[in-house]
């Protein structure tokens, strides 16, 4: 096998063969052992997010007992405030983060299949208001064509090909045909079905408090009571440091997202522009999300993290601020009206990449900020590695012993 090294911060060798295996066939190394496992295990998911639903999914789907608790609801947190964006785009640099994205869109092909998930492979257009910027961007889609990406630099005029109603003030634009949006809760709502038609159990409110084991598993204290388990998997997003009892996570920052009353037609593609990222839904709504931090005057209110805000007039006045924002470059936008406005709370590792692995025999963690992105492949990888008890090379970059 020739041992070529790829492009990229690599700390291991991964051949350009078997790179193209990984992209051809999804997972590449997760085709299950079936021979090996020996009995059914139980297994308790903390966090109702997409990461944990998407775990106990795939754990269930593969013939393990699963049950999934969330202190509050499913969806209740960062996956129900999300811009939902489904890429493998620049920002992930390095060449396994980059690997592990772009297998992430081929898993969500293959479960938009069989969950009907109804995932919209718009594509997306990107560019900067600053030329600075908008030239660093360049370098770095270069990087990620190097590792095979499908992404490009077209012109200004091939992109209001795609887009006639935007206004373009960069020559150069990205574009990343293969990037998708999801609806989150509806996709959590189906595999939690899912998990529940195959004798599954899904409990909250059901905060996890403590945690002890016993000969071969776990109990774990909850506000529901005690749950019995081999093994636990925490998946509590911006929560991970208190419940794994580690330094995982950075502190959380807002991310505001707006969301329309249906309108007409406007654009096609994800759009992510000057200061703000926006795409338009089948039903004519409008999704925006804001990049960079809420203004200044706010940091001592967003200090207690709160998820909406204390009154109406405060909300549409955000609102109105992140659609003007898209109104520079979508003209049209100046007459979208708001529906609502969310505050999502994002899990950001320390150094931005996810935190993926065993902490010892029977506690596991998955925590991320793509967690959209990333869900699927992260599911049926933390599968494999929990019923079979084998380390996926894929994960290696991910481990949280990385922070020890």
Request: with cysteine.
């Amino acid at each position: 096998m020739n041992n070529e090294i790829l492009p990229g911060e690599m700390r291991r060798v991964i051949s350009r063969r078997r790179f193209l295996e990984y992209v051809a066939f999804g997972t590449g190394l997760l085709a299950w052992p079936l021979n090996i496992k020996a009995e059914t295990k139980h297994y308790l998911i903390v966090g109702a997010g997409i990461v944990g639903t998407a775990i106990a999914y795939a754990l269930e789907q593969a013939g393990e007992k699963v049950t999934l608790i969330d202190k509050d609801f499913p969806a209740a947190h960062a996956s129900g405030k999300t811009f939902a964006w489904i890429n493998a785009t620049y920002p992930k640099q390095s060449f396994n983060y980059h690997l592990l994205s772009r297998l992430g869109v081929n898993v969500y092909q293959k479960w938009d299949a069989h969950l009907e998930l109804k995932i919209n492979w718009k594509g997306s257009l990107e560019w900067f208001k600053n030329n600075d910027e908008n030239q660093n961007m360049l370098k770095k889609v270069e990087v990620i064509q190097s590792f095979g990406s499908e992404a490009e630099i077209i012109s200004k005029e091939e992109a209001l090909g795609y887009e006639p109603n935007v206004l373009l003030n960069q020559n150069f634009i990205t574009r990343s045909p293969r990037d998708g949006v999801i609806n989150p809760v509806q996709a959590i709502k189906k595999m939690i079905q899912g998990i529940k038609n195959k004798g599954g159990k899904v409990i909250f409110p059901a905060e996890f408090l403590e945690l002890t084991t016993n000969k071969g598993g776990v109990i774990a204290k909850t506000s529901h009571g005690l749950i019995r388990a081999d093994k636990i998997v925490y998946a509590c997003g911006t929560g991970s440091n208190l419940v794994a009892q580690g330094e995982y996570l950075k502190p959380s920052t807002p991310g505001l997202i707006v969301t329309s009353k249906p309108f007409k037609q406007t654009i096609n593609k994800i759009l992510v522009g000057p200061g703000v990222h926006v795409y338009q839904r089948r039903d004519g709504v409008v999704i925006l999300g804001e990049q960079g931090k809420p203004p200044t005057n706010h940091d001592q209110r967003l200090s207690q993290r709160p998820e909406q805000f204390p009154n109406q007039p405060l909300s549409i006045e955000h609102g109105q601020r992140i659609v003007k924002l898209a109104a520079n470059f979508i003209p049209k936008f100046k007459d979208l009206l708001i529906e609502k406005v969310e505050i999502g709370w994002r899990p950001l590792p320390l150094d931005g990449k996810p935190v993926i692995g065993f902490l010892n025999k029977y506690e596991y963690l998955a925590t991320m900020h793509s967690g959209i992105s990333l869900a699927p492949i992260v599911a049926e990888l933390v599968r494999d590695e929990l019923m079979f008890d084998v380390k996926s090379e894929l994960l290696n970059d991910f481990r949280p012993q990385r922070f020890l």
